[in-house]
């Protein structure tokens, strides 16, 4: 048996059994072939082809939906860890504006970098010590250094470190700091960082790579490229394809190498996304802002503000468990909720969540501990047949999330899956 981390539990309660409307089920039906192709084999993430239909295919002909809904669907990590909160995280990063404006890179992309990498405090250090990421915009000293031209005297930054910490002429001492580690000084590490990008655009031949290799380093995304078949320093593809694109089942290596790095490198084009939409609300639409961020912080993850005023359903807002076939998808269902019901986007995904995962695992189906009484809600069994099917269930849920279709978090014994009621892919 194999468990995941854990997180907050949410209330669950028993429904009992309802009709089923023609309506649903035909809406249902649509939802889950993307128009229905009856002769085709159900295959979430295996990619378009002409004998399966995937439901969370990507197509290229609608990219910037697809941006737009990972954006979405990574924020609510960026509510969440925000330091002092959104708002004020925004009010730091906004104070570097004048900066930013004339760095010679898009103004809206370079501050939601800081927004991201530093919360817009310039001593921000990733590590105790200096030689790791530092600065407003998380520079690597060797990468300073070495690729990006900046005066970083590391043995002085040390000891000057120790110095500011001990509270000795701290103002003359910062001063000093900003000039022997240019990471330290903003206007610098601003220009710096414009460097790296135009450095990375013209190995990868894309804006959009140029910003995803911030995180995960132009060699990294070059290999990506080739994995996936996009050869060449042109960028034939953009970010999106590449990751929408690729699953355990579909541009396989590509998608590896993605999982691969680890620490988020995957995501970090769509976080920068949301720091961007983040800041745009700051300063245009400051009250829904902090409403966001008042119903970001009531959940562990975006479930409030999917459904801010969520209430249990009526028997006309619900499908029947279809037990048979969600078992044939993946999916098992715990008898005491057997006769329970969903609203059909919520239905809808689970069965994409079961069917995928099998599809990758191999292995036996998920298991359905709990419905809400909001019929937008489910909770799945953290008790997982082998690792194979927890990391298939874990892709499944990352990408559901990238797509706009759920939001979830764990609990010690379930994982809490929201559907959303319209979502953008």
Do not use: C
Not at 26 to 46: D, E, I, N
Not at 169 to 196: C, G, M, N, S, W
């Amino acid at each position: 048996m194999v468990r995941l981390e854990a997180s907050p539990v949410h209330v669950r309660r028993r429904l009992t059994a309802l009709g089923v409307l023609v309506a649903i089920a035909v809406v249902l039906t649509v939802v889950l072939t993307g128009g229905g192709h009856p002769a085709s084999r159900f295959a979430p993430a295996a990619g378009p082809s002409p004998t399966t239909r995937d439901p969370i295919a990507y197509d290229a002909a609608r990219r910037g939906a697809f941006e737009r809904a990972a954006a979405g669907g990574v924020a609510h990590v960026l509510y969440a860890k925000s330091v002092g909160g959104v708002v004020a995280t925004a009010r730091r990063v906004a104070a570097f504006r004048p900066l930013v404006d004339r760095a010679g890179w898009d103004p809206d992309t370079l501050e939601a970098l800081i927004f991201l990498e530093s919360g817009g405090r310039p001593d921000a250090q990733a590590g105790s010590d200096p030689s790791a990421a530092a600065g407003l915009t998380q520079i690597v000293a060797e990468t300073g250094r070495d690729l990006l031209h900046m005066r970083i005297d590391l043995a002085r930054t040390r000891t000057l470190e120790r110095a500011i910490a001990g509270g000795r002429r701290v103002a003359a001492r910062q001063r000093e700091l900003r000039r022997v580690d240019e990471r330290f000084d903003p206007a610098k590490a601003i220009a710096a960082t414009v460097r790296y990008l135009r450095f990375a655009r013209a190995k990868l031949g894309r804006d959009d790579l140029a910003v995803a290799s911030y995180h995960m380093g132009v060699g990294n995304l070059q290999s990506v490229m080739r994995a996936y078949g996009a050869q060449g320093a042109g960028g034939t593809v953009s970010y999106a394809q590449l990751y929408f694109d690729s699953s355990p089942l579909h541009h396989a290596a590509a998608w590896n190498l993605l999982a691969s790095f680890g620490d988020d490198s995957s995501t970090y084009l769509w976080r920068i996304e949301a720091a961007k939409e983040i800041m745009r609300l700051y300063r245009t639409r400051p009250a829904e802002l902090r409403r966001l961020a008042a119903l970001q912080m009531r959940s562990g993850s975006s479930e409030r503000v999917m459904h801010p005023a969520a209430s249990a359903a009526t028997a006309g807002q619900l499908a029947r468990l279809p037990v048979a076939r969600l078992r044939r998808d993946g999916i098992a269902v715990g008898g005491r909720i057997a006769a329970g019901g969903l609203r059909p986007r919520a239905l809808a995904a689970l069965e994409v969540l079961g069917a995928g995962t099998q599809a990758i695992a191999r292995t036996s189906p998920l298991l359905v501990t709990g419905l809400d009484a909001t019929g937008w809600s489910f909770d799945v069994s953290r008790v997982y047949r082998s690792g194979a099917q927890a990391l298939a269930f874990q892709f499944m849920l990352d990408r559901l999330t990238a797509l706009g279709w759920i939001a979830w978090e764990r609990d010690p014994t379930v994982i809490h899956v929201t559907a959303a009621a319209k979502p953008p892919v």
